[in-house]
């Protein structure tokens, strides 16, 4: 799978999203992009996946000069979601099952009034759990030695019960791993084509039930990611895309081949759907414009994601809940709210207005949808306010009903609250905007980042409508609106390296630790990372890797990671005060104190192995020939209770590169519309990005 | 394209009640991940909160039941310094349960006032539990205190920074008076800087909405929720309930179990919890201040009536609670009071039982209460950990009308984490050697009390032991005929020939080598154990429950 093998024209990214399949086909030798989008097939995703193929080669695209797949799925995500996963086995020490009933024992996302409060289903009931005799301590050194025959008995047991995905889950497996690699070992003898999920590689980190509770996800979806996987890449065969350069996106914004080791990567994928937005901006728009920091907003009909990219880097996480689950692997950082066009308003029983949590989603949509929706959403404020154009909605798709949104907002918010239908309307506009800046700014606050400076770049079909309010909210002068905000994500699957993270704690106090003790564990994470690549096909000369350790004041609860930029490997004497020092500021910045006198700790040690890819480029727009001259409609448009403006609607087509049109504009697109506001302007750059600017 | 709203309006309030809520979680979020000691980071017993010029709180905390302290907590520093003595950089400080109703001695309140162009707006405040603070024992939670002075030195609210100046004094006086100044004070900084955060961003939302416009809508906020609470309330029928429960002791007297009783009156849309006939307070720390008998009720009212309901300051006037000064519930100084939660715990499955009568859709039996709080004062010489070991055990919920408990929780106020054996072990010299669900400890019942937890620990080197539990003699109750649930034990050397088990409030001195079991109550049944579906039988075995 080397670079030179490289010889076909096109590079294809498919994102599957829940109602829409995007295609994003890249013509390398012309830089032209080519788009479909197809409804989703949630039974079986693969299908409309392939169905989309047939759509480019009806086109006129040959199947062979497709040299690059990337593919975004959430079958993982969904069977969470769903409970659809594998019965799972459990193998853990011998009085210790407690960890994974116990769980934190705080009721994390519940609500703590609730005294019917319940945990989700295991994923391993007792009955499928197997205790095993054997104990290492914290220091990595046995102290009861595994007891074979036990592991074989539980192994046989389980396989009777039909387990066919196991977990090993043992205490400080990630200090010595002999008894998750043996008994992994007679799991491999006594049960064929078994599927083993080892906590010691899953995630190699301190802190049981995290290690545990994603060795256990991994588990319950190897085989669903598996299967797919299979199923697409016979597809793929059958329809001649047989290039082996076929890609997975992961929750780290990086790809891994489709042929990557699924029993410890698997859960690499859980949080993936929000991440190609992401890390394509961070590419499209932050690399190829040189804009450093960025916020993205991607609002969609149910809910807003939001994260954010510094320096060029997206951040991360390092642990989500999932469908109530934890997960505990890097992850971009995205967070997401119930937000979206299709958030439902309300007046509660203090007689003040409520947007969201509850959406009306697709169907039956908002009530302008004329599919049966009663409750008001943000849509139909959206235009009841003007913003969106009744006979222009997903392109003149669907006609919107004014009157039936009037009708709902009177009756829902304005009878109750007594406010008119014009302050209603705006009102839910108003705190959807706040909802969605809030988010922003806290989430800003806890990563100790300063929005100035920043740039708001919305995606999703309803993320340009409330962008420049949300950025005029947070201070942020800047908001730049992609060209193709509704296929965003497909355009990010060509925009991602293939990435793989490692970890292995290793408590220590940091100024104890060698030079050689810390190198040492970086070269032991180094050859992890060169076996699976080589094995994925890649060689020596085509990795890089990246060092990163995880520091933290002496007992504290939790760690910051500190990336090992300004230190050059080998490890040596002077890099610990350097480090040390990078830490105390990075501690300063995030909590806004240091303990410059204290003890640090290294907790653990972490490897990012990156095997560069080529990325899609933004095409400079063509010449303005094919502009559109349109006669522009006028409409009178609500900015806020006091202002109603008779405003421009222009297509999209119909605007000129490097035009500025001062606002109050509204800008219509078949995916998308965007809102620029009175003391807004508008340009277009020369990719057809909309620059929105606050003078 | 911003809207500058004058007046106030309904959009508006709730624009900046979100927008309190999210600053007060960037608050939690930034002293969590700061936390030094073991009990901030592991257990994250602490909250952050905004509060109006009145003290009243604006968006309540994640924990709960320090909501209702603050308003004392202010009350006294207005009462203390006047509203003319507080200034724009101040920082007050108490960890004083009578004095500033704090819910015992090791917590500590720190206050700040807010001010916007020379007006006050409001406070930032935040309680953390401290590692400790001085006091017979290490960690101030002496099972077996008799006067509160034994729990700890008492901070009554005193000025700790004056105008944005360090007051060095008092900072010299908490390092002299901490087995472990570092931790304690690393935490307080933590705190400051926790609510400094708070009072920068209140001031941002003054400068873009006005602080008059800021300050209607806090007195909005509050009264929204209590009108909520108000509205809630009138759903109920009307009509009087009445039950008692007992503590096993007060920790002091061993042979002595403390009533605890409660009659509710509901009528006019009104609320009355008469804790009056509630025995005298206890010698030992059982006894609760004001702050955490509303929490308790609170908790009762918004789990019965709606768990998403929020809290109100202002909901007292649908809300009376009464007591009798000198109660258990109701304590004179110097009672001492670290051991709340095990009361408040039992004043909470009483409420719950009482009030199932105007709820019997949500009724539900009692929980396995707190699982005890555990101290490890290490006293070797071999492996010296860096402070003691603090860890905070939950139990289980009882069976309900609808379904069976949940097993291995913490319930009701406490929503605590347990602290990673992983993490245990590695800084300090123990080895966790069980931990598991007890079978059989959940309550039978049409619907079955949750399984509590066992976990056992051997100490390699010598130590002092702390355990505080409850609900070893008196088992937590079943309801409406369901079985109650089996009892706490703390054992010493468990499954050996010198097994023996201690009152469940104890300090003993143990050496390297020698081990200990927890043993959390299980939950009550709910209902008829004839009435169980044989599939929920059959469950139970499969996954050895019972």
């Known amino acids: 799978m080397a670079k030179q093998n490289v010889r076909g024209r096109y590079r294809l990214g498919v994102d599957v999203g829940g109602t829409h399949t995007d295609l994003v086909l890249e013509d390398k030798k012309t830089g032209s992009v080519l788009i479909e989008k197809i409804p989703s097939s949630p039974s079986n995703p693969a299908f409309a996946v392939l169905e989309g193929l047939n759509c480019l080669f009806k086109r006129g695209i040959y199947s062979n000069e497709i040299d690059f797949f990337s593919h975004g799925t959430t079958v993982t995500t969904n069977a969470l979601l769903e409970k659809k996963g594998a019965m799972v086995g459990l193998l853990i020490n011998q009085g210790y099952r407690a960890i994974c009933e116990v769980q934190t024992q705080a009721r994390d996302e519940g609500n703590p009034h609730d005294h019917l409060f319940q945990r989700p289903p295991h994923i391993t009931p007792p009955s499928l759990t197997q205790e095993i005799p054997g104990r290492v301590d914290y220091s990595g050194k046995e102290i009861i030695p595994l007891d074979l025959d036990e592991v074989e008995k539980a192994v046989k047991s389980l396989e009777k019960q039909g387990v066919r995905s196991f977990a090993i889950c043992y205490l400080f497996s990630f200090m010595c791993n002999k008894h998750e690699k043996i008994t992994e070992q007679i799991i491999r003898d006594h049960v064929p084509n078994a599927k083993v999920s080892l906590s010691c590689e899953v995630l190699p980190r301190i802190r049981e039930w995290p290690r545990y509770s994603t060795t256990l996800i991994n588990a319950y979806l190897v085989e669903v990611l598996a299967d797919y996987v299979l199923e697409l890449s016979e597809g793929l065969e059958a329809r001649g895309v047989n290039t082996p350069r076929r890609f997975l996106m992961q929750s780290n ?56 990219i510094q320096n060029g880097n997206p951040l991360e996480h390092q642990e989500a809940i999932v469908a109530e689950r934890l997960v505990a692997v890097p992850a971009l950082d995205v967070s997401t709210i119930s937000a979206g066009g299709g958030s439902i308003a309300s007046v509660n029983a203090a007689g003040f207005l409520d947007v969201g949590p509850q959406s009306a989603g697709a169907n039956p949509g908002p009530v302008c949808y004329g599919l049966g929706g009663v409750n008001p959403t943000v849509t139909d404020a959206d235009l009841v306010c003007g913003y969106l154009n009744p006979e222009f909605f997903l392109g003149g798709r669907i006609k919107l009903d004014l009157s039936a949104s009037e009708l709902a907002i009177s009756k829902t918010i304005s009878e109750p609250t007594g406010l008119d239908l014009r302050s209603s309307a705006i009102g839910i506009v108003r705190m959807v905007n706040a909802r969605m800046a809030d988010e922003i700014r806290v989430n800003a606050a806890k990563k100790g980042i300063d929005l100035s400076g920043y740039t708001l770049v919305p995606f999703g079909g309803a993320g340009p409508v409330h962008a420049a309010a949300v950025a005029e909210d947070l201070d942020i002068s800047r908001v730049l609106v992609p060209s193709k905000p509704g296929a965003f994500s497909a355009f990010g699957l060509l925009c991602a390296d293939v990435m793989h993270d490692y970890i292995r704690s290793d408590l220590h106090p940091f100024f104890e630790l060698s030079p050689d003790a810390v ?14 690549l080589v094995r994925e096909g890649f060689s020596e000369t085509d990795f890089k890797f990246q060092r990163e350790i995880d520091l933290r004041y002496g007992g504290q609860g939790y760690e910051l990671r500190v990336p090992l930029l300004s230190v050059e490997p080998p490890f040596s004497e002077t890099d610990f005060c350097t480090l040390a020092e990078e830490f105390h500021q990075r501690h300063e910045d995030v909590h806004g104190h240091a303990a410059r006198g204290a003890e640090i700790e290294l907790v653990s040690y972490r490897l990012r192995a990156v095997v560069e890819e080529s990325k899609i480029n933004l095409s400079k727009s063509s010449s303005s020939d094919d502009i559109l001259d349109t006669n522009c409609l006028f409409r009178n448009v609500i900015f806020d209770e006091n202002t109603i403006i008779k405003t421009m609607f222009k297509p999209r087509e119909a605007l000129r590169k490097g035009e500025r049109i001062r606002g109050p504009v509204i800008v219509e697109q078949i995916d998308s519309t965007t809102l620029v506001p009175p003391n807004w302007s508008l340009t277009v750059d020369e990719f057809n990005n909309l620059i929105l600017e606050r003078y | 394209m911003k809207i500058k709203s004058a007046s106030l309006d309904p959009v508006t309030v709730q624009i900046l009640r979100n927008r309190i809520g999210s600053l007060t979680d960037e608050m939690h979020y930034h002293f969590f991940r700061s936390g030094y000691s073991t009990i901030v980071r592991e257990s994250r017993d602490f909250s952050c909160v905004i509060l109006d010029p009145k003290g009243r709180i604006l968006v309540a905390p994640p924990m709960f039941f320090h909501s209702t302290a603050y308003k004392y907590l202010v009350q006294r520093i207005y009462q203390i310094y006047g509203i003319a003595g507080l200034q724009d950089g101040d920082v007050f400080i108490s960890n004083h349960p009578y004095e500033g109703n704090l819910p015992h001695v090791p917590d500590m309140g720190v206050v700040m006032p807010i001010f916007q162009d020379r007006v006050l707006v409001g406070f930032s405040g935040s309680i953390a539990h401290k590692a400790d603070l001085g006091g017979t024992i290490p960690g101030s939670t002496w099972g077996q205190a008799t006067e509160i002075f034994q729990e700890g030195i008492l901070y009554p609210p005193i000025r700790y920074y004056r105008s944005g100046m360090l007051n060095l004094d008092i900072e010299r006086l908490i390092y002299a008076n901490s087995r472990f100044p570092e931790t304690t004070l690393g935490d307080l900084h933590g705190q400051v800087a926790a609510i400094d955060i708070g009072r920068q961003r209140l001031q941002n939302i003054c400068e873009e909405h006005s602080s008059k416009t800021v300050l209607e809508c806090m007195d909005a906020m509050v009264a929204a929720a209590a009108t909520e609470f108000r509205i809630a309330l009138g759903k109920l029928p009307e009509g009087r309930a009445e039950a008692e429960s007992f503590l096993d002791s007060d920790g002091v007297n061993y042979s002595k179990a403390i009533r605890i009783h409660v009659s509710i009156m509901i009528s006019n849309g009104k609320v009355i919890f008469d804790f009056s006939n509630s025995d005298l307070q206890g010698r030992g720390p059982v006894n609760i ?21 929020r809290y109100s300051d202002a909901a007292f006037d649908t809300v009376h609670i009464k007591t009798r000064t000198g109660t258990v519930v109701d304590p004179e100084s110097p009672a001492p009071c670290s051991s709340y939660m095990k009361t408040c715990m039992t004043v909470i499955d009483m409420l719950i039982e009482a009030f199932g009568k105007f709820v019997p859709q949500r009724a539900a039996a009692y929980s396995g209460g707190s699982g005890g709080g555990l101290t490890i004062n290490w006293t070797g010489k071999g492996r010296v950990p860096r402070g003691n070991q603090y860890e905070i055990f939950g139990s289980a919920y009882g069976g309900s009308a609808s379904q069976d408990g949940t097993s291995g929780t913490t319930v009701h106020l406490s929503n605590i984490y347990i602290t990673p054996i992983e993490i245990v072990e590695t800084e ?63 054992l010493i050397n468990p499954n050996s020939s010198d097994e023996q088990e201690m009152p469940i409030t104890t300090t003993v001195d143990l050496e390297a080598g020698a081990s200990i079991s927890i043993e959390a109550a299980g939950g009550g049944g709910y209902g008829n154990p004839m009435d169980r579906t044989r599939t929920n039988r059959r469950r139970d075995l499969e996954q050895k429950y019972v």
């Open chain 2, 428 to 490: 300090f010299p123990c080895l966790v050697t069980r931990f598991e669900l007890i079978a059989g400890s959940g309550g039978d019942g049409r619907f079955r009390g949750g399984l509590s937890v066992r976990r056992n620990y051997k100490l390699l080197e010598s130590a002092t032991i702390i355990f505080r539990g409850d609900r070893a003699q008196r088992p937590p109750k079943g309801l409406a005929g369901g079985k109650p649930g089996r009892a706490s034990r703390f």
């Open chain 1, 519 to 532: 190198e040492n564990s970086f070269m032991e994470l180094e050859n992890r990372a060169r076996v699976d």
């Open chain 1, 253 to 308: 914004g990086g790809v891994m081949p489709l042929s990557a080791n699924m029993e410890s990567e698997t859960v690499h994928t859980l949080l993936s759907g929000p991440a190609a937005g992401v890390q394509g901006t961070a590419w499209l728009i932050g690399q190829s414009l040189s804009i450093d920091n960025i916020v993205t907003l991607d609002m969609g009909g149910t809910s807003a994601d939001i994260a954010f």
């Open chain 2, 289 to 309: 201040r004001r702050g955490l008998l509303e929490a308790c009720c609170f908790q009762v009212l918004i789990g019965m009536m709606d768990p998403d309901l």
